[in-house]
């Protein structure tokens, strides 16, 4: 069984159609790292598997998709979504709120915590895994706006852990951060792979090869070639995937 599977998935917007026949098996307890240049498809494919391209109105999916067990696209997107976090590529606190309840709003909705001794608790781990704390523990009730766009993109990721997922996507977590947090950023998704699923998006072959166990390298909404991180890195097989890694496209 696997976190997520997709068969013979296309997805048409409009006239255009997006992704084309995207087959793939996501293993549980995984770094999972989907690959393309822009306009690739890549976030589609995330947004398929957390029902998200149904705000699109023009659009439609068909196939198979199972995540965690259950049949996605039949499933109620409110309830499905509950399972799993999503980290976007821009970093979006809440600027209204503090630190702190940035991070406990999302327990609080997803019922992780019944009181506030287990509230601070959430925070707190929460907050550690995303390898913040140390930076604000003395400051939680700061608001956002004082962070920088590195810890801002942590607080996302801290506030989406809160809602303890079994599955959690990143959409280019680290494109608009500096180097520094880029990598504490990358440490952080490593760490969590014992606990929680993790699928990521990024065109950067140098990050994948530091986070990923496996890797999907997609082009013009196909696959052009999957498999373990090691395998994929050292012995490519076609010639869009060498370009790619050799960043020639």
Known sequence: MYAVEMENVNVYIGNRHILKNISLKIPYNSVYVIMGPSGSGKTTILRVINRLID?????????????????????????????????????????????YDNVAIAAKINGVAKNRKDLDAVVRWALEKAMLWDEVKDRLYDYPHQLSGGQKQRLCLARALAMKPKLLLLDEPTANIDPVNARKLEEAIVSLKDEITVIMVTHYPHQAARVADYVTIVYDGRIVEQGPANQIFLRPTTELAQKLLRGEI
């Open 55 to 99: 705000v699109n109105r023009d659009a439609r999916v068909e196939g198979t998709v199972k995540v965690l067990g259950f049949d996605a696209l039949k499933k109620d997107p409110y309830e499905l979504r509950r399972y799993i976090g999503m980290v976007f590529q821009t970093p979006n606190p809440f600027p209204h709120m503090t630190i």
